[in-house]
């Protein structure tokens, strides 16, 4: 079904549920108004990462928007369908993942129509929260409804310098630099050296009963491992087969790896990492509750790994006062100070629900493996 509706110069814009004959020209505009996308690396065509992010979900499809003008499509909203536990209870979420508008279609209410459409729409009760990923979370804020928040207990983006001469001439090239080169490498080392002064690092490797091996899938057996691992925190996006499967498996996803800490066959945490121009990122991590040996071991594991293949630098998304933090600190991970910005708005679920997520201690659990910036 269409909406019609009326903009600048007295031209109608119609918004609908795209269908599979839409793909190529959503990629075209994401392609207008990016030039490049997605952003990272992938082992398929643009197209196939397209796809791969229609079908999140089985109901993801009701959840995509378009606006055409004159049979063109001109404007887009993709969402990611989740399912997220809040205080044991688990609900979908919606993740405002692609918006984009036509440089020529610009500054004519676009954006806000199609959005309001998603709003308006019967099937968004259906929801009991929104969020999005930003680095500007003020643009967040400013642009979406009065109820979206940010959390109290923020993303902090953490890195690890391996090599910093190869990080010294990777940002100049990009980005050119202020400081001669040998002054950059001497400033991240210096950073290193104060680092290790706050925060000691483990002096011994981490003893993990079992094993670490590679998976190739997940099992059955993440379900109730989750709902163990995820005791411990108030908000975390529920671990499915089906969904980690989709998120770190498929090819259109990107390439990962999944290392798995396994004891007479019961998993006990699980690291996700990718490798690309030379940087590591740890995209997931999860251990069972109180198990930091599980924690350091895939940690060691990882960047034994990283090591190995001679990354530069190796990032990972976590929360401020998350459990992990500390030791990630430990094994030299320093705080970039660019914290990510996830801004939340509350849809079905009751004020009261959420009002947890405002304290500067807050149990949440969210890695950049959630967002899809990876």
């Not at 903009?7 to 990016?34: K, N, S, T």
């Not at 809040?86 to 676009?110: F, I, K, S």
């Not at 990630?328 to 004020?351: I, N």
Request: with cysteine.
């Amino acid at each position: 079904m269409k909406h019609a509706a009326t903009v600048q110069q007295g031209r109608a814009h119609y918004i609908r549920i795209p269908g599979e004959g839409d793909q190529l020209q959503m990629l075209e505009l994401l392609l207008r108004v990016f030039q490049r996308w997605p952003a990272f690396e992938l082992p398929v065509p643009p197209l196939e990462h397209l796809r791969w992010k229609l079908r999140s979900d089985p109901i993801a499809a009701r959840h995509h928007r378009i606006a055409e003008i004159d049979g063109r499509i001109v404007a887009m909203i993709l969402r990611i369908v989740r399912r997220v536990r809040v205080r044991g209870r688990d609900c979908l979420a919606r993740d405002g993942v692609d918006a984009a508008v036509d440089p020529r279609y610009q500054g004519r209410g676009l954006y806000r129509a199609v959005v309001g459409d998603t709003y308006e729409s019967p099937e968004d009760a259906a929801f009991g929260l929104g969020f999005w990923f930003s680095t500007n979370p003020r643009t967040i804020v400013q642009s979406m409804p009065l109820e979206v928040k940010l959390p109290g207990n923020p993303i902090q983006v953490l890195r690890k310098p391996c090599r910093p001469r190869a990080i010294v001439a990777r940002r100049r090239e990009k980005h050119g630099g202020r400081l001669p080169a040998p002054l950059a490498v001497s400033r991240i080392t210096l950073q290193r050296i104060l680092h290790r002064l706050r925060h000691w690092p483990y002096w011994r490797r981490s003893r993990c009963p079992g094993a670490i091996r590679t998976l190739e899938r997940f099992d059955d057996r993440i379900e109730a491992f989750f709902d163990e691992a995820a005791r411990p925190f108030d908000f975390a996006v529920v671990r499915t087969r089906d969904y980690l499967n989709w998120r770190y498996f498929d090819p259109a996803s990107g390439r990962f790896a999944v290392r798995a800490a396994e004891e007479e066959g019961r998993l006990l945490g699980y690291l996700v990492f990718k490798i690309t121009h030379g940087e590591g990122y740890i995209a997931d991590l999860l251990a069972l509750p109180g198990r930091t040996e599980v924690v350091r071991s895939l940690v060691e594991d990882a960047l034994g790994l990283f090591g190995e293949a001679g990354v530069e630098q190796v990032t990972c998304w976590m929360i401020s006062r998350h459990p992990y933090n500390g030791i990630l600190r430990r094994y030299g991970f320093v705080d970039s100070r660019r914290d990510v910005g996830f801004a939340y708005e509350r849809v079905g679920l009751e004020e009261e629900d959420l009002e947890f997520m405002d304290e500067p201690g807050a149990r949440i659990h969210l890695t950049q493996g959630d967002s899809d910036w990876i």
